[in-house]
C-alpha cells in the first residue's frame, strides 16, 4: 500500500500546473466535453504510466541494489529540483482537433506525458517499489485527482491554487525520498 499511497501523493502533486494539466486546461476550455476529455486522459495515463513502470521495474533488473540505491536517490533529489521548474504548454501538443474530442486528447496527452516529470517519477516509482501495479494505480489516479478538477471546473480554480507551495511540497517530498533513498531507509520494505 505504500507504494500505491506514496505514488498517488507524489504524481497529484507535482501535476499541478504541470504542462499536461494545463493541456488540460486548454482541452477543456476548447471542447466544452468533459466525459470524453477525461476518459481519453484516462486512457493515456494508464497507457502511458504502465509502459513508464514497466521501464523502472527492468532498470532494477538491470542494476544491483547499491548502484539502483544511488540512482534512485540522485533521481528523486533531480526530480525535486525539477518540479520547481514552471512548464509551459506548447502550441503543439493541441494541433490534433481533426480527430474528435476523445483521440485528440488521447493523443495530445500521451505525447506531452512522454518525457514530463510524472512520467520520469512513475519509472523512479517502479524501481524504487517492487509493486508495479500499486505504482501505476497510484500514479494514474494520483494523475485523476489533479486533472480531473483541472476539466471540470478549470479556470474557477486555476487561480485559487498556489503553484509555488504545491510545488514546493511536491519537491521536499521528492528530495526526502531521495535522502531516504540513499540512506537505504525502508530497503526491507520494498523488496
Same mark, same amino acid.
Given at each position: 500500500?505504500?507504494?500505491?499511497?506514496?505514488?498517488?501523493?507524489?504524481?497529484?502533486?507535482?501535476?499541478?500546473?504541470?504542462?499536461? !494539466?494545463?493541456?488540460?486546461?486548454?482541452?477543456?476550455? *476548447?471542447?466544452?466535453?468533459?466525459?470524453?476529455?477525461?476518459?481519453?486522459? @484516462?486512457?493515456?495515463?494508464?497507457?502511458?504510466?504502465?509502459?513508464?513502470?514497466?521501464?523502472?521495474?527492468?532498470? &532494477? %533488473?538491470?542494476?544491483?541494489?547499491?548502484?539502483?540505491?544511488?540512482?534512485?536517490?540522485? %533521481?528523486?533529489?533531480?526530480?525535486?529540483?525539477?518540479?520547481?521548474?514552471?512548464? *509551459?504548454?506548447?502550441?503543439?501538443?493541441?494541433? @490534433?482537433?481533426?480527430?474528435?474530442?476523445?483521440?485528440?486528447?488521447?493523443?495530445?496527452?500521451?505525447?506531452a506525458?512522454?518525457?514530463? *516529470?510524472? !512520467?520520469?517519477?512513475?519509472?523512479a516509482?517502479?524501481? $524504487?517499489?517492487? %509493486?508495479?501495479?500499486?505504482?501505476?494505480?497510484?500514479? &494514474?489516479?494520483?494523475?485523476?485527482?489533479?486533472?480531473?478538477?483541472?476539466?471540470?471546473?478549470?479556470?474557477?480554480?486555476?487561480? $485559487?491554487? %498556489?503553484?509555488?507551495?504545491?510545488?514546493?511540497?511536491?519537491?521536499?517530498?521528492?528530495?526526502?525520498?531521495?535522502?531516504a533513498?540513499?540512506?537505504?531507509?525502508?530497503?526491507?520494505?520494498?523488496?
Amino acid at each position: 500500500m505504500e507504494a500505491f499511497f506514496i505514488s498517488t501523493g507524489i504524481v497529484a502533486l507535482a501535476e499541478i500546473g504541470d504542462k499536461t !494539466q494545463l493541456l488540460a486546461f486548454v482541452l477543456a476550455a *476548447k471542447f466544452r466535453r468533459p466525459v470524453p476529455i477525461v476518459a481519453a486522459i @484516462f486512457v493515456a495515463t494508464l497507457a502511458n504510466h504502465a509502459f513508464a513502470a514497466a521501464i523502472g521495474t527492468w532498470i &532494477t %533488473s538491470l542494476l544491483g541494489p547499491d548502484i539502483l540505491r544511488w540512482v534512485l536517490g540522485a %533521481s528523486f533529489i533531480a526530480m525535486a529540483v525539477w518540479t520547481l521548474v514552471p512548464d *509551459k504548454l506548447d502550441e503543439e501538443d493541441t494541433n @490534433f482537433a481533426r480527430y474528435g474530442v476523445f483521440m485528440t486528447t488521447l493523443i495530445a496527452f500521451f505525447m506531452a506525458e512522454m518525457g514530463d *516529470k510524472t !512520467q520520469v517519477a512513475t519509472v523512479a516509482l517502479a524501481a $524504487r517499489y517492487d %509493486s508495479l501495479l500499486a505504482v501505476v494505480a497510484g500514479t &494514474t489516479l494520483g494523475m485523476m485527482l489533479a486533472n480531473v478538477p483541472a476539466v471540470y471546473l478549470g479556470d474557477r480554480i486555476a487561480h $485559487r491554487i %498556489s503553484l509555488k507551495l504545491v510545488h514546493g511540497i511536491a519537491a521536499v517530498i521528492f528530495a526526502v525520498l531521495g535522502v531516504a533513498t540513499l540512506l537505504g531507509v525502508g530497503a526491507g520494505l520494498s523488496t
